[in-house]
């Protein structure tokens, strides 16, 4: 996997990815940025969020389980000083279904967070990874 992030002329930052898509990021303004695009740490939160979800998803379909809304909500601390690594990560997953098995919506989420998520996987190592769900019903 091969990835470029480049300075634009308004001291952002434009990512590319292999895969032809951009991204923008840039710094927060009380360190000189112009808050144009989020946070590279930020970008870290939405990578794992999607590599989860995406399991989520995929092991909810792959056992029958149908859901009209989902999403992955997280929230994070990190370290004081430099460099300021996440310490820890709550993923909360909210799965909006009419009829749905409880347990099947914990075993996928379990699975991400212990087998198939890469993200996670390589997150844990430095920060306390929690995970939860609540079915809302729709």
């Known amino acids: 996997m091969q990835v470029t992030v480049r300075l634009q002329k308004d001291d952002s930052l434009e990512g590319l990815s292999e895969s032809g898509h951009k ?7 009380k360190v000189g940025g ?3 695009g989020a946070r590279p740490m930020e970008m870290l ?6 590599c ?3 399991d989520v998803i995929l092991i909810l379909r792959k056992s029958r389980q149908e859901f009209s809304d989902i999403r992955v909500e997280i929230d994070a601390d990190r370290e004081e000083a430099p460099p300021q690594v996440f310490n820890r990560i709550h993923l909360h997953f909210v799965v ?11 075993r996928a989420v379990s699975l ?3 087998k198939y998520c890469s993200a996670s996987k390589m997150l844990d190592s430095v920060a306390q990874i ?3 769900f609540e079915i809302l019903s729709g």
Do not use: K, Y
Not at 23 to 29: G, I, N, T, Y
């Open 23 to 29: 991204v923008l990021m840039d710094r927060s303004p």
């Open 34 to 36: 112009q808050n144009l």
């Open 45 to 50: 939160l939405l990578g794992l969020g999607g």
């Open 52 to 54: 989860a979800l995406i």
């Open 96 to 106: 909006t279904a009419s009829d749905i098995d409880p347990r099947r919506v914990g």
């Open 112 to 114: 991400s967070a212990e």
């Open 130 to 132: 929690t995970h939860d």
